[in-house]
């Protein structure tokens, strides 16, 4: 008879794939739980015949808890019962001009897609993961708009700009966990209907509800058009200067890059870039670390910082698995926070993805460097670079003479930035003390010039 083998046995592939993935996501479900998101999307999105999978994706971040308020567009709905009619739209400054004939148009096409996304989402999505789900949305009058009126001369008719949202009414149907879908469209107190901008509703709806994000689905990346590669973050001043230099933009990168700089100008933490045409997009920027699209903020979402006593859970959670392997020698809880002050990290949302210390060997012009760690998800970014130029220029700002690291196996990489071999007699006193002769570390120096 076979002995039962009772020793736990790792996954196959594909569920350590999975069981990695969700335990990687599992900070940002957290972290977006009873958060509020903005999210629009153009009328182009709703023909796709994918438009579904996008529903599916926001029925199930509705499940996670997530407080939503959809925006769709209705630009080529607009445009195909102009065209119907004969008539060509037109627009000026990437703004539609409404008339009376275009203003029938647009009630007809903001009626027809709110209809169909409130069916979409009233489904219970069958034959699908959120099977069963109910979906509540609301729909209302939840903008007060006024005519922009003339500019250069060109009357705007029935296009409109945003004069007021009623925050209370959205946060009342949030609260009660109710999906909230509002068309590109406003009223004035004198029942007049005028055509608004999608982005531009999306964007004053986030700033009135202090969102914590907006997410804007546009029909392309943004990119450098110079390399072709996609913008992964910019902050507001960043993007401003990126407006400005590339003025042949298409506006259906303008508008939601105007966007996005004006809600976080106005307070909403962060703004998301996405291409709509990417299956999953809205999955991959909110639960993975580098997302799919492009990131605006306020400040950078990167930063290479001074440590403190609350990054502390963060660097061991950091140097925990070289330590095991035996690349850096173990330290406690109480160890870091003695020397906290002589560390710097490397920050990226929240999370810490790199970390080094400097201290100054005492009674001596020396200073070694110890825990320097770069998570293995980010080693080909430079990163480690960035990090050992800034503790060198702490070592010069100290007025430190000579710079040592001990290693095990990471040599070749400080060789690589100019040190060199050295003896156990090079080290100061108080450190050759401490050296610990069964890890046999190497010693490695390198001198500061003034």
Known sequence: MNEIDTHQRPPPPPQRDFVSWFRNSSPYIHAHRNRTFVISFGGEAVLDPAFANHIHDLALLSSLGIRLVLVHGIRPQIDERLQKLGITSRFYRHLRITDDVALQCVKEAAGLVRVEIEALLSMGLANSPMAGARIRVVSGNFVTARPIGVIDGIDYCHTGAIRKV?????QQQLEQHNVVLISPTGYSPSGEIFNLCAEQVATDIAIALQAEKILLLSEQKLCDPDSGQLLQQLTTTQAEQFLKQHKNLAATIIHPLQAAIRSCQGGVRRAHLLERTQDGALLLELFTRDGSGTLISSAPFETLRQA??????????????????????????EHLEIEIGDYTIIERDGLIIGCAALHAIPDSDAGIITCFAIHEDYQNADRGKQLFAFIHRQARQRHLHKLFVLSTQTMHWFI???????????????????????????????????
């Open 166 to 170: 009623d925050q209370a009414a959205i």
């Open 416 to 450: 690589e930035r100019g040190f060199q071999p050295a003896e156990l007699d090079a080290l100061p006193h108080s450190l050759r003390q401490q050296y610990d002769h069964q890890r046999n570390t190497r010693i490695l120096c390198l001198p500061i010039e003034p």
């Open 308 to 333: 403190t006593l609350n990054n502390i859970p963060g660097i061991l959670e950091l140097i925990a698995p070289l330590e095991e392997q035996g690349k850096l020698v173990k330290r406690s809880r």
